[in-house]
């Protein structure tokens, strides 16, 4: 079996790690490109999200380095991507491809469900079930904060650049690590090296911008134009609203935590009850932000994505109501670079100007 899986953002290093410590041959998507999108457009129908096509061309990418098995989530509810695994199946088998398809869904009832678990854990004992698990997760808390540090680093590079060697670097390094101690050791080491970046007396001088969205978009890098890096380069500090182990803990039931929903009860006079993906999360994230004091949000939503259009319908009066400024973004394949730095650029100008105004008065 030569595996590969729906990459998003660097929570590829945790899923790689994972089937590989389960004995797989694990043939990666290549990182996305203009030309996996052009592929996920072809083939996918018109009217799909984003993140649909672009795993679909990942998929196909992989498949072209000899991948012969995907592993993907599955699930039903409101929102379309309960649905992906079927849709990208069916268009991949009418293309000729015979793949062989890993669903992790609870909808199929338990029974397939262990019987798929079986397959990707290669039916190893609980021992080792546990290991895997834990050294995946590690590598996934790590990747979150690695990412949570350069946000507040990448305003004060040194050079063009610098933070993302550092990051490549250490993601290499965390992709080899074997046990737990030295993900930690890694970690330890590039805390240290990003305190000499960070100039912790002007953090607080910073425009600060809330990422709130759909999941997929704000955690992936090419999808979302690498908007954190954009902005840490315009000298923002950039927070999202979540990261990967909120996404884990959100669409993972076995992880589920009481705090997500805590968090999204905020949300209820905007949006009573859930609309699907992030939708009701959108509003709650954006409060959030507000009550902790940021200058903006940048809400970033694929085009077509209904729970992120519902979230759009009340974002205005959230943000009047809390007195914060949201930018949406709606992307899909039509979107360019240009469209985007010239939207944000123009953002954070206002953004900076109302600040320096703030701290006059
Ligand atoms: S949240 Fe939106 S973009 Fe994501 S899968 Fe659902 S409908 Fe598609």
Redesign the pocket.
């Known amino acids: 079996m030569k595996i590969t899986y729906p990459p998003f953002g660097d929570a590829r290093i945790a899923i790689e790690s994972f089937l590989r410590d389960f004995g797989h041959e694990v043939i990666p998507p290549p990182p996305s490109t203009n030309r996996t999108l052009s592929i996920g457009v072809k083939y996918a129908p018109e009217f799909a999200?984003?993140?649909?096509k672009i795993t679909l061309g990942n998929y196909i990418e992989a498949i072209e380095k000899g991948a012969d098995t995907i592993l993907m989530l599955g699930g039903i509810g409101p929102?379309?991507?309960g649905y992906?695994a079927e849709v990208q199946r069916r268009i991949l088998k009418d293309l000729g491809y015979d793949i062989d398809w890993i669903v992790l869904d609870l909808s199929n009832g338990w029974i397939n469900l262990f019987k798929s678990i079986e397959k990707v854990t290669n039916r190893s004992n609980i021992i080792k079930v546990m290991k895997v698990l834990r050294l995946a997760w590690e590598k996934v808390l790590a990747i979150d904060e690695i990412e949570k540090i350069s946000r507040r680093a990448r305003p004060f590079e040194r050079y063009k650049g610098e933070v993302d060697n550092i990051i490549r670097e250490t993601h290499k390094r965390l992709d080899q690590a074997n046990n737990i101690l030295k993900v930690r050791q890694i970690l330890s080491e590039y805390r240290e090296t990003m305190d000499e970046i960070i100039d912790k007396n002007s953090l607080k001088d910073l425009v600060k911008i809330g990422i709130v969205g759909?999941?997929?978009?704000v955690l992936d890098h090419f999808t979302n134009f690498e908007i954190a890096k954009r902005l840490g380069e315009l000298g923002v500090l950039a927070e999202n609203a979540f990261y990967i182990e909120d996404i884990v803990r959100i669409y993972l039931p076995l992880f589920r935590s009481k705090d997500i929903d805590e968090r999204t009860r905020v949300a209820l006079p905007y949006i009573r009850r859930s609309v699907?993906?992030?939708?009701q999360r959108t509003i709650a994230h954006t409060i959030e932000f507000a009550e902790r004091g940021f200058d903006g949000v940048i809400h970033l939503s694929?085009f077509?994505?209904?729970?992120?259009i519902v979230a759009d319908g009340v974002l205005e009066k959230v943000s009047k109501d809390y007195n914060i400024q949201v930018l949406t973004l709606s992307i899909d394949e039509q979107t360019g670079l240009a469209g985007i730095t010239t939207r944000i650029e123009a953002f954070i100008d206002m953004l900076k100007t109302k600040k320096r105004r703030r701290i006059a008065v």
């Open positions: 999200c984003l993140p649909l929102c379309r991507f992906y759909e999941f997929y978009v699907g993906g992030e939708g694929p077509t994505c209904m729970p992120e």
